[in-house]
């Protein structure tokens, strides 16, 4: 629901693609609000010459249907409902709103009444989701000079000899997460485009550190005599803000509406890669958008929650690969370990700094599968996964994640795919 949310932030149904007023995401109350969606019964525009095996085509509009008008209307009206925010998630056929429920109302009554309407296709509550890093290990000062061996990621995944095969030239990367500072020297012409699913201020992104921070993990440039070096420096990324900083002083944090809208906006696009660098609990709406990019055979790459319980969103789908920040001890099985602890990456306003948390595991993580799909573009996600589980070992025993190892055993398959 917390998906179809975010893909429905918008103007009252009805009103079509209406962009979410300014403020929309942060003032809702994941504690009061609901997540409501109808059939929205739409023909998509026709496939034509020029899609991509990803079944991609260029969007059309997209809006509220009649039927899901009448419908929404009247539920506001029966259930004493406040629209908050609407939008249209097209791959899945509904049409979305945030509501508030009446005062005084028991929430959990009014979400079991309206499950049992047949005009319902999903209620749920608004829930809330966080980033995975942890912001007092960053250190206190910034660095402008080039800081490559500084690079522990870099440098203990082995990127360097990956580089030599595979840069992932050619690998379009969605980031959801908060915004990028797409005027950073290390960023500038690898960010291809910005969406924002949380209050539509275009001027926000340069403030934002954890969505800058894993960008800058991913594709920072490289050989510009300056900064550092990402994982993939010639993939092309896309950031979608849909998590925001509601005190400097603490982390990010996200919403079902919002990322419901990132979700269904990646959909529309041909990402193969989709790295979530954050978490919260299991979400039916979420959960379908998920499914979806899944079943198109797009990457998704998940952060561990610190706490180590996999059971939500978006670390619960056996389809993702979720990514842990490497520790001594043992990963559960199909986990991956990757270096998340000190890590040395872009921030906001063109400086650097270190920072920690299982979001930069991800981030590598994400990186290196782009490795792998620009020497291989049809890679699914069990073949990338047995790929990045070959036991790299670190100088201190830890068992992680190894860059030039995973593009050198996938070179050999190719190789011997292609033997006689």
């Known amino acids: 629901m917390a998906l179809a949310l975010g893909a429905c932030a918008s103007a009252p149904a009805g009103r079509g693609n209406a962009a979410a007023t300014p403020a929309a995401a942060a003032s809702m109350n994941s504690q009061r609000d609901i997540v409501l969606a109808v059939a929205n019964p739409l023909d998509p525009p026709g496939t034509h010459a020029g899609s ?71 209620a749920q509550p608004l829930q809330d989701y966080e980033v995975y890093a942890d912001t007092q290990q960053q250190a206190p000062h910034k660095y402008n000079d080039p800081y490559a061996d500084l690079q522990r990621g870099f440098v203990e995944t082995d990127a360097a000899t990956a580089h030599e095969t595979s840069q992932g030239g050619g690998v379009h990367v969605a980031i959801v997460d908060t915004g990028a500072d797409v005027t950073h020297p290390d960023l500038q012409g690898r960010i291809a485009d910005t969406h924002n699913a949380v209050d539509g201020d275009a001027t926000a992104f340069d ?73 919260g609990p299991a979400d039916p709406l979420l959960g379908k958008l998920l499914d979806e990019l899944l079943r198109q055979k797009r990457i998704v790459v998940a952060a561990r929650p610190p706490d180590g319980d ?39 306003h063109g400086g650097y700094d270190f920072t920690s948390g299982s979001s930069m595991a991800a981030a590598h993580v994400t990186g290196i599968v782009a490795l792998l799909l620009s020497i291989q573009p049809d890679l699914d996600a069990a073949s990338i996964r047995k790929l990045l589980l070959m036991d790299g070992k670190t100088a201190n025993g830890q068992s992680q994640v190894n860059a030039a190892l995973a593009v050198r055993a996938l070179q050999s398959s190719l190789h011997h795919a292609g033997s006689p």
């Open 207 to 279: 403030r934002d550190a954890h969505g800058t921070e894993v960008a800058g993990i991913i594709a920072a440039m490289g050989d510009n005599h300056q900064g550092i070096v990402g994982i993939a420096p010639k993939a092309v990324l896309s950031v979608y803000k849909a998590c925001w900083y509601p005190d400097r002083n603490a982390g990010a944090r996200c919403n079902s509406f919002t990322l419901a809208k990132a979700l269904a906006a990646v959909l529309d696009t041909d990402a193969r890669v989709v790295n979530l660098s954050l978490g």
């Open 310 to 348: 996999a059971k939500g969103f978006p670390d619960n789908s056996p389809g993702v690969i979720v990514v842990r920040s490497a520790a001594a001890t043992p990963a559960p099985p199909d986990v991956v370990s990757a270096p998340g602890s000190d890590i040395l990456t872009t921030q906001p």
């Open 52 to 122: 991509s095996l990803l079944g991609y085509a260029p969007p059309g509009h997209y809006g509220a249907g009649q039927r899901a008008v009448s419908q929404l209307d009247e539920l506001k009206q029966r259930y004493g409902l406040r629209e908050v925010v609407g939008w249209p998630i097209k791959a899945l056929g509904l049409f979305c709103i945030v509501v508030e429920p009446p005062a005084g109302a028991d929430r959990e009554a009014l979400l079991q009444n309206l499950a049992k309407d047949e005009r319902v296709k999903l």
